[in-house]
């Protein structure tokens, strides 16, 4: 009997341990295709150009067939699974009046699936690809543009994120999102993003993926590891108050964008180890845009998925050559394993935090000339626990972490308030995880 009971607990114990991943986690990473990806960027660069301001009424060439083939994929998918996503047109129309970069009046129409939550329908976690693409000039809507990696890698990515994400039910929200006007001033993604304030969405987060496929840079350098986070510091729309604040209590590289970078940074290094996430410090590459922006702009956390290394030969050029340099963003270029490994990063994320209870919304923080620090936050629906997290003020990550259990309050014995940045996560049945809230009250 003893032995028994021996070898009982022994199990137990090993079913606590590696309840810290998911084999669910697993199943989806080997589920995303490399074949099925290639097959899409293919039909997408068949579509000769995708500017945004090309032919809508042609069943082969230009946006408007690019748009309603996109749309038929997605509701492919939803036929699939007994009609699991919403798939519908938002638009806007934009005017060639006050708009430097828009050659005529025009629809600009995305295409949106949306795969509802079963416990949290109204918070939703958004991954999205652009539609559109642009040669040389960005005004010029005839020639050939194929796009290929600006930016039909993405868009390839998001469908096959929903035929991956679509064999399962989740708590919150997935939103598959095609955007377009992207080249001309962002407008898919601005529009999208009041749509979805004025629908009072809960917004998680939107992971926009621009250029997921090129592995070999302008500087030579080869690598099909490493990508690239980029989040804003803190929130656009923040108030003068938060603002000044921020001075006394910090927060400076805690913004819920930046928690959004760690989470996405955190998940690829467990499930993923072979991956290299760059978190980088900053809203997007150097004075260039992406369609996050938008959404960042009016409050809600967003981070931009992309290659490590760029080449500038094959991006937002006519097909040409020149002094035997070869230009034009064309397939050849596009690795799809690459473009595999990176959509994998988005429906991993996704379906983290979409099986996620929330984040608690206030999280109070004291012990100012005290010996520990300690903390108070509101208790969250769907939660089994909490989590608290902490770093030294010099780490990008966070480091230390302690599950604390079903409480809404908690000292940490001996860890001093000054020298350490902290956090607090949710945890739900399965083990998953809400991004880290920094604090947002003193305890006095
Ligand atoms: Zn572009």
Redesign the pocket.
């Known amino acids: 009997m003893k032995k028994i009971y021996l070898v009982i607990s022994f199990l137990t114990f090993t079913l606590i341990t590696t309840a810290q991943t998911s084999q669910k986690i697993y199943d989806i990473i080997d589920a995303v295709s490399a074949e099925r990806i290639e097959k899409d960027i293919q039909k997408l660069v068949d579509f000769g150009t995708r500017n945004t301001f090309s032919d809508t009424i042609s069943e082969t060439r230009g946006i408007g067939a690019a748009r309603r083939w996109i749309k038929s994929e997605f509701e492919a998918i939803s036929s699939d699974c007994k009609n699991c996503l919403d798939v519908t047109y938002q638009k806007d129309f934009v005017t060639k009046e006050g708009n430097k970069r828009v050659p005529h009046d025009a629809w600009i129409v995305n295409v949106v699936a949306i795969q509802k939550g079963t416990k949290y329908p109204n918070r939703y976690i958004i991954m999205s690809g652009d539609i559109d693409s ?1 040669g040389s000039d960005t005004m010029e809507f005839t020639k050939d543009a194929p796009g290929a990696n ?2 039909a890698s993405g868009m390839a990515g998001t469908i096959e994120a929903a035929r991956v994400l679509s064999k399962y039910k989740f708590e919150n929200s997935i939103v598959y999102v095609g955007l377009s006007g ?2 001309q001033g962002l407008f898919g993604g601005s529009g999208l993003a009041k749509y979805a304030k004025a629908q009072g969405w809960d917004i998680i987060g939107i992971l926009n993926n ?1 250029m997921i496929g090129n592995i070999k840079g302008v500087d030579g350098v080869i690598d099909n590891r490493t990508f690239r986070i980029f989040s804003e510091p803190v929130p656009a729309n923040e108030t003068e108050r938060e603002r000044t604040l921020r001075r006394f209590y910090g927060g400076e590289v805690d913004g819920i964008s930046r928690q959004l970078a760690r989470y996405v940074h955190k998940t690829v290094k467990t499930y993923m180890p072979e991956m290299n996430p760059m978190m980088v410090y900053r809203l997007d590459r150097f004075g260039r845009g992406g369609h996050h922006r938008p959404f960042n702009d009016l409050g809600f956390a967003g981070i931009r998925i992309m290659e490590a290394h760029e080449n500038y030969v094959q ?2 050029q006519d097909i040409r050559e020149e002094n035997g340099i070869k230009y034009g963003d064309v397939i050849e270029h596009v690795n799809f394993e690459y473009a595999k490994k990176l959509t994998t990063v988005n429906a991993i994320n996704m379906a983290n935090l979409a099986w996620a209870p929330p984040a608690p919304k206030t999280v109070a923080i004291g012990g100012i000339v005290e010996p520990s620090v300690k903390f108070k936050w509101d208790k969250v629906e769907g939660a089994i626990g909490y989590k608290i997290y902490w770093r030294d003020t010099t780490s990008p990550t966070w480091d230390n972490s302690r599950y604390v259990g079903d409480v809404s309050e908690f000292m940490l014995d001996g860890i001093v308030i000054d020298n350490y940045f902290f956090g607090i996560a949710s945890v739900g049945k399965d083990g998953f995880e809400s991004p880290v809230v920094f604090p947002n009250k003193i305890i006095r």
């Open positions: 642009r600006d930016n992207e080249e621009d991006q937002h």
